[in-house]
């Protein structure tokens, strides 16, 4: 491949959805159908520029596109294994989200700054993916923030200000804390281009107290978009922005952005050796499985959908953060595959939430009686997320659990099993009284809502929750697949297991 061509792709993948944001904030309210087309085709391009630069570093291929900020301060673009993991589920599920956006928000005010904020929202969560150094993921990591701010508070009423207020308050200060651990990670390395393995074991002897402080603030300050326990306060609260958010925040962008922040800070800054050797590997793994466990709990206790769902999220997250720190190959990969594999269920989830509310005006709980036969095809993709996310094969949600499982016996921590046991217990216990509703319990007087909403925006809504839920037992079935999610990871986590 020509050098410039590796140089100029990375940079590319970033800025065809700022582009896009351009185009929508020029054109306005009144350019529906731009809006549209030029929504499509940037996620369009895009997906196709991930899966071309996908296939390149499949092949050995190597991109890197650096900016000098300042002197000995880079910005670094690059695309690795990892990179493209994170990269491609940002790109297929943003396709599909912006389908369903466009059709859910057919009706409603001020689309050309969703819409806007939307593409910068893409941006900002593909420069995380391809972030090369510290830095970079910094930037794009608080930008993020500052994106998707407006679509928390899109909706205008005094609920959504206040969620919009938390949401600053708690990922702003979480930028602090970074910012302050990165500024003095480099006073002691001079360096924070991701490595594979870390790159401060050498330190260690000098500086152990330290690095240990410092890796506590940077899952600290991840840790407020991954949501864990306690500094998941922000989330449950952000779910009266509209379906679409809520889809963007817990399954492609916001708390994946923080988990994938986690990633990158075990794997590529310090690497599970170190972590272990500084005595956070098992407070790591305690973090992850009591949040794994108390989410679940807060989201047994819920009776409004998407209010459950969010509590959903702050426990399967997690699942990642614990595959990561259990560490070895089968951990490593099962944690990063549910990377993917939660993505695919979430999305699922919330779209399915989203065409309730819109449609019929549910939001609790006890108004999803009979739905399963008003809405046939929206409840089987809403059973088939909720199935997989307590671990029913053939869904991916079963390949991720039974990975993690194994890793966790291989690894000797065979008390992390019990939790994921516990885990999907407790999913059961909040997914299979929804399930019963749908199918089971006969159905009240629920009227159309009062929204003309076209034929073909129906059929578009639909076709989306399809799709993914579609996609979250075709991927599981074809888990062995040389091109499968699991098969990906599997190559990544070889180069980082440790043991």
Known sequence: MAPWLAQALPPAVVLVSTLAALV????????????????????????????????????????????????????????????????????????????YAIAYLERSPNRARFFGFFSLCVSATMG??????????FIFYELLT????????????????????????????????????????????????????????????????????IFAMLVA??????????????????????????????????????????????????????????????????????????????????HE???????????????????????????????MVHLVHQGLMKVTLFFCAGIYGLLLGVSRIDQLDGLGRRMPWVSTAFTIAALGMIGVPPVVGFVSKWYLASGALAADVPWVVGVLIASALLNAAYFLPLIRRLWLTEGGA????????????????VASAVATAALTVVLGMLAAHPLSPLSWVLEIASGYAPW
């Open 24 to 99: 929508i904030f020029v054109a306005g309210e009144a350019h529906q159908r731009l809006r549209i087309w030029v929504n499509l085709i940037a996620a369009t391009i895009k997906l196709l520029l991930v899966v071309w630069i996908g296939l390149a570093v499949l092949a050995g291929n190597t991109f890197m596109f650096r900016f000098e900020l300042l002197p000995g301060l880079e910005l670094i673009l690059h695309a690795d294994a990892l990179s493209i993991l994170f990269a491609s589920l940002s790109a297929v599920l943003w396709l599909v989200t912006t389908v």
């Open 128 to 137: 995380i993916a391809m972030a090369g150094n510290l830095m970079t993921l």
């Open 146 to 213: 500052l994106t998707t701010w407006p679509l928390v508070v899109h909706n205008g009423t005094p609920e959504a200000l206040a969620a919009g207020r938390s949401y600053l308050r708690y990922t702003l200060t979480g930028g602090v804390v970074l910012l302050v651990a990165m500024a003095w990670l480099y006073g002691l390395a001079g360096n924070v281009e991701f490595t594979p393995g870390g790159f401060l074991a050498p330190l260690v002897a000098e500086h152990r107290i330290a690095l240990s402080v």
């Open 221 to 302: 300050g991840f840790g407020i978009k991954a949501a864990l326990i306690p500094l998941h306060g922000w989330l449950p609260k952000a779910m009266v922005a509209p379906a679409p958010v809520s889809a963007l925040l817990h399954a492609v962008a916001v708390v994946k952005a923080g988990a994938f922040g986690i990633i990158r800070t075990v794997e590529d800054v310090y690497g599970l050796e170190l972590v272990a050797e500084l005595g956070m590997r098992i407070p790591l793994i305690a973090v992850a499985a009591w949040t794994i466990i108390i989410g679940s709990l807060l989201a047994l206790r819920e």
């Open 305 to 335: 959908l998407k209010r459950r769902l969010a509590y959903s999220t702050v426990s399967q997250v997690s699942y990642i953060v614990l595959g990561i720190a259990v560490g070895g190959l089968l951990a490593t990969s099962g944690g």
């Open 446 to 461: 629920l009227a159309e809502m009062p929204i003309e909403i076209g034929a073909l925006s129906r059929l578009a809504l």
